[in-house]
């Protein structure tokens, strides 16, 4: 896994976005995962100034959401497709039927999550995931089998509370569907977006401690082109020399 270290957030989110605009202009029909959460809004603010400004454009791209909460109402503007709605997706021009969603309220949960893994088809060009302070990617919690596919899942207790920040209310969910770590670990490309000092613990265990299902960000270490995109706070704990923060190092998978 590549690790790059920038020393501040704005370093961190230019970065991000440059590197996003080069693969949409190389592969303009770029196959997306994206997750919602805290962790990309300021690149997402980014990306979709770039589009208007006709940097880049996602005409062609298809996005499929990384995950959905269950047990909301329809319209609970914490939803992951709401949230992926309002702060990207309408606004860089995705056309509505490259954009998949997945659906809690759906009769049959089986049905539907099998038919999200045949849209995904041969499988994602680019994945882009946030890290929980347990190190699940999307719901896939610790202990989540590496072939796991899309399916439905119970969320961990730190994962509800955590939650708490999307929502305006204390109905939390518990359980979610998400796009398995099959899908995730096989991606052509995955970037693990970390900051602030939240995050600089997991960090840590991502990059020194055993890789393993225990902690499923860590699998990402034997993933042949994946990037982990630290500030300063969440790289706090594994920053090279001091002096040096904007760095390029890689972490083998032992
Ligand atoms: P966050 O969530 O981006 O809101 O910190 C990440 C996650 O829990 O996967």
């Not at 770039?50 to 880049?56: C, D, I, M, T």
Request: proline share 6%; glycine share 10%.
């Amino acid at each position: 896994m590549n690790v790059l270290h920038f020393d501040s957030e704005m370093a961190w989110t230019h970065a991000i976005c440059s590197l996003w605009r080069d693969r949409l202009h190389l592969k303009p029909d770029l196959t997306m995962c994206l997750p919602s959460g805290a962790t990309p809004v300021d690149v997402y603010g980014e990306m979709s100034r770039s589009a208007r400004q006709g940097l880049v454009s996602f005409k062609r791209a298809t996005v499929f959401a990384l995950d959905e909460f269950g047990g909301l109402a329809p319209d609970d503007p914490g939803r992951t497709s709401h949230t992926l709605r309002r702060q990207l997706i309408d606004i860089v021009g995705v056309s509505p039927d490259a954009f998949h969603v997945l659906d809690p309220d759906h009769p049959d949960l089986s049905a539907h999550c099998a038919e999200y893994e045949t849209a995904i088809g041969s499988g994602f060009d680019l994945v882009v995931l946030g890290i929980g302070l347990n190190g699940h990617l999307g719901m896939n919690e610790p202990g989540s089998p590496i072939d796991s596919p899309t399916r439905r899942v119970d969320l961990h207790e730190s994962t509800i509370q955590s939650s708490a920040r999307y929502f305006t209310h204390q109905n939390l969910p518990r359980w979610g569907l998400t796009v398995g770590l099959k899908a995730l670990l096989g991606a052509g490309e995955v970037w693990l977006l970390a900051k602030g000092s939240a995050k600089a613990e997991i960090v840590r265990e991502i990059l020194k401690r055993e890789v393993g299902t225990a902690n499923p960000a860590s699998l990402l270490r034997r993933h042949p082109n994946a990037w982990l995109f630290l500030d300063a706070a969440a790289g706090a704990l594994v920053s090279g020399q001091a002096g040096l923060p904007a760095a390029i190092t890689r972490s083998a998978a032992p």
